[in-house]
């Protein structure tokens, strides 16, 4: 038999932790490189992102002008410019318009969306767990939701009056199949032999519900949520425009009657913030509902 002397002062310990010529990195290694490669992804998408970004407004401020002149392939009346959307900006902030439509927006479309999102997931608990009652009221849901929500507003308007009760009226009534539909669709994707082991070991209804109905439903109902979220947005301006004389929506309208372009595409710039602003805050719940579920990897390339 063989035998591989020991160096001198070298002990079992020491050969343990030696790394072997040809043998793979640790684990710990390799997720720390790869962690390394995604942050440079990141950054190196964030810089090309920011560069497009200043290529866009550079070429659209310097080749807009007036209908004719030269080297300008943009109409000024049409289109605008940074500059000038900048400008309108400030004035509209200066005047006190700005944040006072913009809370006016945000808080309509808040609790237009809380109340949507809790009516829908209440009734699709409910449809998704008695199925001869939702056998019942099917057609009628689905009529419902065909039903063009713009279509609903001047109901609402007589039933509710001009002002936030309409807009609520409109957010949550779209939010709600949004989120009805999303859970409803989650419940039937229930593993029906968890649920039946889980009622052989005796476990109570609510037990199952915490246990096994829910964090099985989670993903369809958070992406019910992720859904609704731009809609309920959509939703509360296209309601301002119609029957409100404040928000952005309203603010929107109104620079369009004046022809003022450029109070047009402020409105724009500020809903689209509010926009990433909302779905970030819908992520950060996503994160906080879902943070039982590994974190999937993605691509390298």
């Known amino acids: 038999m063989t035998t591989v002397d020991m160096p001198a002062g070298r002990t079992t310990e020491h050969l343990a932790g030696t790394p072997v ?12 490189a790869r962690t390394g490669w995604f942050s440079r992804r990141r950054m190196l998408i964030l810089a ?60 309509i479309t808040l609790v237009g969306f809380a109340i949507g999102a809790i009516a829908g997931f ?17 057609p009628f849901l689905g009529a419902l939701y065909s039903t063009p929500r713009l279509a609903l507003v001047p109901l609402f308007l007589l039933w509710f009056g001009i002002g936030d009760g309409a807009n609520l009226a409109l957010v949550s009534s779209i939010v709600f199949f949004l989120v009805f539909y999303a859970t409803f669709a989650g419940m039937k994707e229930v593993d029906a032999q968890v649920i039946a082991r889980m009622k052989l070991m005796r476990a109570g209804r609510f037990s199952i519900y915490q246990k096994a109905i829910l964090p099985s439903a989670a993903s369809f109902i958070v992406e019910g949520l ?27 309208i109104r620079s369009s009657t004046q022809f003022d372009t450029a109070g047009v595409f402020a409105c724009i710039v500020v809903l689209m913030i509010m926009g990433i602003l909302l779905m970030g805050a819908i992520r950060l719940l996503e994160s906080r509902l879902l943070r039982w579920k590994p974190e999937r990897i993605g691509r390298e390339r």
Request: aromatic share 10%; net charge positive; hydrophobic share 45%.
């Open 21 to 32: 010529p040809g043998a793979a990195p640790p684990r710990r290694g390799r997720r720390a």
């Open 48 to 107: 090309s992102q920011l560069v497009l970004l200043a290529l866009i407004l550079v070429v659209w401020e310097f080749g807009t002008g007036q209908t004719g002149q030269s080297g300008k392939f943009l109409d000024e009346y049409t289109v605008s410019k940074p500059s000038a959307i900048w400008e309108a900006l400030k004035g509209f902030e200066q005047n006190g318009e700005l944040w006072s439509n913009l809370l006016v927006s945000y808080r």
């Open 122 to 138: 209440l009734m699709g608990i409910v449809l998704g767990s008695i199925r001869y009652l939702a056998d019942v009221l099917s």
């Open 226 to 252: 992720r859904v609704s979220g731009p809609f309920a947005l959509v939703s509360a301006v296209t309601a301002e425009m119609f029957s409100s004389n404040r928000g952005m929506g309203y603010l929107l």
